[in-house]
């Protein structure tokens, strides 16, 4: 695995959990899984390093040193965390608070580059590189040139992709950084729109392709959702699929989970009564305590459709029941109406700008509804921590959300509450039928929670899909 986050150690995303409880799952199922990724100066559980003797020498055409620091959190499982620190010192993953740091190319091209030249050091010749995302694109590159013969002739390569609206674009001149072939800058490789783009060429030379959700994987080759890369990803068709992403039961369990204050389960949910008093009590919302409590938490960005909750809020406020705590950070803008908002309506809106893992368990478990108006969704994460926590996602059907939650329609089934069009006017009609189903159909509630917390979303099965493709992937490289 290459990736640039996992959990626990470095996370902005879902692409953190993924990678860590896939890894995890891979070493239970017997394979040797071995993690690279960078030493951020912001990384957690210092504690669990140690250093390997050996420098480590990058092959960029003017080599780097670098150091090599490596955990072992279970068997068949090492992480290796790559330090530079003129690259990777700096507290934030991508973004410092002047926007996307300008050397991101640079520093995700030495990333990538290592793992090339990792085996080596190791003395241990992987069958398969996972990549996840642009900061990893540019393995299945180097494989499929300049490291097309040698140790690694053999070794395949699978290319997840869990966003495709960040694509890592670059002057033509980090080529000569990465040490690749001037002739690569072209339409069919790594050429787009007069830049580099590492994603377009990850996809380009992987053997073959993965999204995160089965609806992603068909909806990424239209263009309302390739962003520009529908094309080739229509002409990569044939080699990408999509395959959901699970829960880490470790992490995300509300029989176990040790930030709650009390732990249920399906069968016996007064415990989440006491969760739902204890988050109500949090936020300041307990003259709300009989209206339901709807929880949010997420990256602030357009692509997670805040926005359109924002501009119906105050409606919803003034004309119907409902507090609503928010827990994110991101987009200025967004940061500031939501902040505006609390202090508007105090005892009904809540907000916490930042990034808080203990309160995203309580709000997990503690509220009623979860809401996740997305315009696009590669799988999400959260529709499946709140359906396992009983709390009713509130979600569009668009990609992952449209895999994971089943409407309630009323009769006996559903495990959530579904929209299809991005509207002001389909989410408030949704909210509304969802507030009025938790009023006055409070059996219907309590079977919905029951059926949502029943739908296995773990990760065994999804990693049985992930051997296939691999072997796959392998095939296909022989
Ligand atoms: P994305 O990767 O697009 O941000 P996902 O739903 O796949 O969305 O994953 C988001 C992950 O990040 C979840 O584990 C979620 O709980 C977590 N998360 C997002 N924002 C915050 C925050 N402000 N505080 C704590 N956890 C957060």
Not at 25 to 44: D, F, R, T
Not at 191 to 212: D, M, P, Q, R
Not at 269 to 278: F, P, Y
Not at 337 to 349: C, D, H, K, S, T
């Amino acid at each position: 695995m290459v990736t640039s986050e996992a959990t626990p150690y470095a996370k902005t995303g879902g692409l953190a959990d993924m990678v860590a409880a896939l890894s995890r799952q891979l070493a239970e199922n017997g394979h040797e899984v071995k993690v690279l990724l960078p030493l951020y100066g912001s990384l957690s559980r210092l504690e669990d390093l140690t250093a390997l003797p050996a420098p480590f020498r990058v092959n960029l055409p003017d080599a780097l040193w670098c150091r090599l620091w490596q955990a072992k959190p279970a068997d068949n499982l090492t992480l290796y965390f790559l330090q530079y620190d003129r690259f990777f010192g700096r507290p934030e993953l991508y973004t410092g608070p002047y926007g996307a740091h300008g050397d991101n190319p640079e520093r995700f091209c030495l990333l990538s580059r290592a793992a090339i030249d990792l085996p080596n050091y190791l003395h241990w010749i992987p069958d398969v590189f996972h990549l996840h995302d642009w900061m990893t694109a540019l393995v299945p590159v180097y494989l499929e040139t300049v490291a097309r013969s040698g140790p690694l002739e053999h070794t395949a390569s699978l290319l997840t992709l869990h966003n495709l609206a960040h694509q890592g674009f670059a002057p033509r001149s980090i080529l000569n950084f990465a040490g690749l072939p001037e002739d690569l800058f072209r339409p069919d490789a790594l050429e787009s729109c007069g830049s580099v783009n590492f994603l377009k060429g990850g996809i380009y030379f992987a053997n073959k392709l993965t999204t995160v959700s089965p609806t992603y994987a068909e909806e990424i080759r239209r263009p309302e959702f390739g962003h520009g890369l529908h094309p080739i990803l229509s002409f990569r068709g044939g080699d990408l699929i999509g395959i959901l992403n699970g829960i880490d039961r470790h992490i995300w369990d509300p029989q176990s989970d040790p930030a709650i204050l009390k732990n249920y389960s399906a069968d016996d949910l007064s415990g989440k009564q006491e969760c739902r008093m204890d988050l109500l009590h949090r936020c300041d919302f307990l003259s709300r305590e009989n209206e339901p409590l709807f929880g949010i938490i997420s990256r602030l960005d357009r692509q997670k459709g805040l926005d359109i909750l924002l501009e119906i809020l105050p409606s919803l406020l003034g004309d119907l029941p409902g507090s609503y705590v928010f827990l994110g950070s991101g987009e200025r803008a967004l940061e500031e109406r939501l902040q505006e908002l609390a202090n508007g309506y105090p005892g009904r809106v809540f907000c916490r700008i930042g990034y808080d893992e203990d309160l995203a368990h309580k709000i997990e478990a503690g509220a009623d509804f979860f809401l996740m108006p997305s315009r696009f969704e590669p799988c999400g994460l959260n529709q499946l921590y709140s359906m396992a926590y009983g709390t009713l996602p509130i979600v569009r059907a668009t990609g992952g959300l449209r895999d994971t939650v089943d409407n309630y329609d009323g009769l006996g089934g559903g495990t959530g509450f579904v929209f299809n069009d991005l509207s002001p006017a389909a989410l408030r009609r949704t909210i509304g039928w969802a507030i009025d189903t938790f009023l006055n159909r409070p059996d219907a509630i309590l079977a919905l929670r029951r059926r949502a917390m029943g739908r296995d979303f773990s990760w065994p099965a999804s990693a049985r899909a992930y051997e296939h493709c691999y072997r796959w992937a392998l095939e296909k490289k022989l």
